[in-house]
C-alpha cells in the first residue's frame, strides 16, 4: 500500500489543522493505522492510532482532548484533527500503516514505530508562538 499525507503547514499557536493521509489500493480497511511525528534532533513519536474497524483509538498523553484521529474506509483516508496547537507539535507528520494480523496486539503495541508495516512521505507542521 502506498500512503500519501497532507495537510501540513504554518499556523499560529491555537490553532487547527487537520491532515490527511490517503491510501492506495483495495485492502485500506484491513489496516490499522497510526500517524507519527518527528521533530528535528528528536526521535519519532506515536501521536494517534486508529484501529481497523475504526472501533479503538489511541492517543499519546499530551495530544488527548486536542487531536482526533478518524477513517474513512469507504475514501481509503485517514484524518488527523489538530486543534488548539501548540509550538511543541511542530514536527514532520507522518502516517502509518500495520496489517491487522500483524506485529502482536493492536491496543497494546500501537505506539511502535517498528510494528507499521508502510510509511507515508511525511508532511511538516509549524506551530508560531
Known amino acids: 500500500v502506498q500512503l500519501q499525507a497532507s495537510g501540513g503547514g504554518l499556523v499560529q499557536a491555537g490553532g487547527s489543522l487537520r491532515l490527511s493521509c490517503a491510501a492506495s489500493?483495495?485492502?485500506?480497511?484491513?489496516?490499522?493505522m497510526g500517524w507519527f511525528r518527528q521533530a528535528p534532533g528528536k526521535e519519532r513519536e506515536f501521536v494517534a492510532g486508529?484501529?481497523?474497524?475504526?472501533?479503538?483509538?489511541f492517543y499519546r498523553d499530551s495530544v488527548k482532548g486536542r487531536f482526533t484521529i478518524s477513517r474513512d474506509n469507504a475514501k481509503n483516508t485517514v484524518y488527523l484533527q489538530m486543534n488548539s496547537l501548540k509550538p511543541e507539535d511542530t514536527a514532520v507528520y507522518y502516517c502509518?500503516?500495520?496489517?491487522?494480523?500483524?506485529?502482536?496486539?493492536?491496543?497494546?503495541?500501537?505506539?511502535?514505530?517498528?510494528?507499521?508495516?508502510?510509511w507515508g512521505q511525511g508532511t511538516l507542521v509549524t506551530v508560531s508562538s
Open positions: 502509518a500503516a500495520r496489517v491487522r494480523l500483524s506485529g502482536g496486539v493492536y491496543s497494546t503495541n500501537h505506539f511502535l514505530p517498528q510494528t507499521y508495516d508502510y
Open positions: 489500493g483495495r485492502t485500506f480497511g484491513s489496516y490499522n
Open positions: 486508529i484501529s481497523w474497524t475504526g472501533g479503538s483509538t
